[in-house]
């Protein structure tokens, strides 16, 4: 059969591929440690669930507008006022099948075949393939280590061109955890508005952040910006809604029309009595997130003092999410065969870097209990000991 070309040009998800190999050895009843899914192990807070049992009891079952609940729309905009001043209305917010979906429809929305889109690496996966899928030219800019893995003001505007139309920001990042300072975040935006392009902030791991570092939003930094801004944003890492699969887009009301068209001709609403679910999680108590996010900050402890111990491995301090992005280059693998050996003979799910852009490096999850962190951490340290 004659597939789409598109299809070809896009690589299948690694992440997925590797989770999906972990599950299968647990299920023939292998002891297999993973740290592979970007997915808190926490159930949904139960405030959260009762507001969509009583959305089901109330009849809640049926299509809705295709750019989400009303209330939601109007909660999310409140929430983006107060938490990160920016000062949208419901008609500049969208609701999408989880985080991930807003970025696609801003993609198939915004890009044009042969526009450019700037993302630095280590990057999510998915970026680069939703340009491609889109048209667009993915434009990769290494960054480094030593650095932070963050990108500068100079490396940005160094890599625009007359073709740009796009710059993707994760702060705090998926895969590296880092969090850019509000001024690293401030002299960016600067870049963006003399340069004349777009940025979409993915800030869906914003309230997962430790010690003293600040998440700032880039659209805050004047009306200059925000007109430039898009913000990416979802309830899967905060509230522990994965699988409800809400999230958000905010910008301009012209671009937001235009994912609400994408978005009518291809899921239609997001499913509606799980959006109830999503307007009790923005208007009730916050303390379920804190709970969360001070048993990651635990968590994070205990895996870096774990990694540090080990010889050969070095990674960068997370600021934020719930990852550890460690350096495996002195062990003499790339990562896919690191990972790829690692599971089969240790029985520990890792996800190698080169599918973040950084075949150097391997991904861990913290987001898991502290038995199944310690019991993997001592497999890692006997099968990097055996190798170096």
């Not at 500049?92 to 700037?118: C, R």
């Not at 869906?204 to 009306?223: H, L, M, R, T």
């Not at 790829?340 to 209990?369: M, N, W």
Request: aromatic share 8%.
């Amino acid at each position: 059969m004659q597939l789409a070309a598109r299809v070809s040009q896009v690589t299948p998800s690694i992440t997925l591929a590797i989770s999906a190999k972990a599950k299968a050895m647990k299920a023939e009843g292998i002891d297999v440690c993973s740290f592979s899914a970007g997915e808190p192990d926490f159930d949904t807070p139960e405030h959260i669930k009762a507001a969509a049992k009583q959305a089901l009891d109330a009849g809640k079952t049926k299509y809705g507008p295709a750019a989400g609940e009303p209330k939601l729309r109007e909660a999310i905009a409140n929430k983006l006022k107060t938490d990160n001043g920016l000062d949208y209305k419901p008609e500049n917010v969208i609701v999408t099948n989880g985080g991930k979906h807003s970025l696609f429809n801003l993609m198939l929305a915004l890009i044009d075949p042969g526009d450019e889109v700037i993302i630095p690496a280590p990057y999510w996966l998915s970026y680069p393939e939703m340009v491609i899928l889109a048209g667009g030219v993915p434009v990769i800019i290494q960054t480094d280590g030593k650095n932070q893995y963050k990108i500068t003001p100079e490396e940005l505007s160094a890599a625009v061109t007359p073709k740009t139309k796009l710059f993707v920001l994760n702060s705090p990042s998926n895969p590296t955890g880092v969090v850019y300072t509000p001024a690293e975040i401030e002299a960016l935006a600067k870049v963006v508005v003399e340069k004349d392009i777009f940025v979409v902030s993915d800030e869906i791991y914003e309230k997962i952040i430790y010690d003293d570092a600040q998440q700032v939003s880039i659209g805050s930094f004047g009306p200059e910006i925000f007109q430039r801004t898009f913000i990416s944003n979802g309830f899967a890492k905060a509230y522990s809604m994965t699988g409800w699969r809400i999230g958000y887009l905010a910008g301009a009301v012209e671009v937001i029309k235009a994912c609400s068209t994408v978005q009518g001709h291809s899921t239609s609403n997001v499913c509606t009595f799980a959006q109830y679910g999503a307007i009790a999680a923005l208007t009730n108590s916050q303390d379920c997130v804190e709970e969360m996010r001070q048993a990651f900050a635990k968590r994070r402890q205990v895996m870096l003092e774990r990694v540090s111990a080990i010889p050969g491995l070095t990674c960068p301090k997370p600021d934020g999410a719930f990852y550890l992005f460690i350096d495996v280059s002195k062990t003499g693998l790339a990562s896919l065969e690191f990972c790829d050996k690692f599971l089969e003979s240790h029985q520990v799910a890792a996800i190698p870097g080169v599918a973040f852009g950084a075949d150097d490096c391997i991904r861990l999850s913290y987001a898991t209990d502290l038995d199944t962190i310690n019991k993997g951490m001592d497999r890692l340290d006997k099968f990097v000991r055996s190798l170096i």
